[in-house]
């Protein structure tokens, strides 16, 4: 199968029916997806699928055949990390850190449909994505302040 992973062709050999989240963590050694829960509840292996956050452990390899996965190993831009990257250490959104990839790409996708959302639509597109540790607060500051980062870099 096909699909393109952080910008690069890959072929993957794997029956249609098995987790896009597997495939990548243990075929492709794309560890930085995690495995959370497995039932579609906590986020922590959300990626991107042709720029839509998804729930990898609720896809099947096969649906994914010729489409684009960004996972948190793909967002940094050259050797620069993405600016919500840089803000959750500036803002210190983390504890344990493992539903921390899960959050950034909830967060990157939010930010490339709504370069400066309000708190509530910060809490709104994060609401999928649980953070045992509790680091809310953080987060939602960290998206504000990569919003904030875009803006000036915009203006
Ligand atoms: S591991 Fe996929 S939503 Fe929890
Ligand atoms: S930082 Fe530990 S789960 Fe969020």
């Known amino acids: 199968m096909e699909l393109r992973v952080n910008g690069h062709p890959v072929t993957v050999h794997a029956e249609p029916d098995r987790l896009l989240l597997f495939v990548l963590r243990n075929d492709l050694d794309l560890t930085g997806t995690k495995y959370g829960c497995g ?47 840089k803000a959750f250490i500036e803002c210190d959104a983390m504890q344990c850190g493992y539903c921390t990839p899960g959050m950034i790409i909830s967060g990157i996708a939010l930010l ?4 400066k959302p309000s708190n509530a639509q910060i809490k709104e ?6 953070c045992r540790c509790g680091t809310y607060n953080r987060i939602v500051a960290a998206v504000n302040l990569a919003a904030t980062h875009g803006e000036k870099n915009h203006a």
Not at 45 to 67: E, F, M
Not at 125 to 130: D, H, R, Y
């Open 112 to 115: 490339e449909k709504t370069a």
């Open 125 to 130: 597109a994060l609401q999928g994505n649980i």
């Open 39 to 85: 039932e579609g509840q906590c986020g922590a292996c959300t990626v991107l699928l042709d720029g839509s956050p998804v729930r990898s452990c609720q896809i099947k390899i096969g649906a994914v055949a010729g489409k684009k996965v960004t996972t948190i190993e793909g967002v940094c831009r050259g050797d620069e990390l993405h600016p919500l990257q």
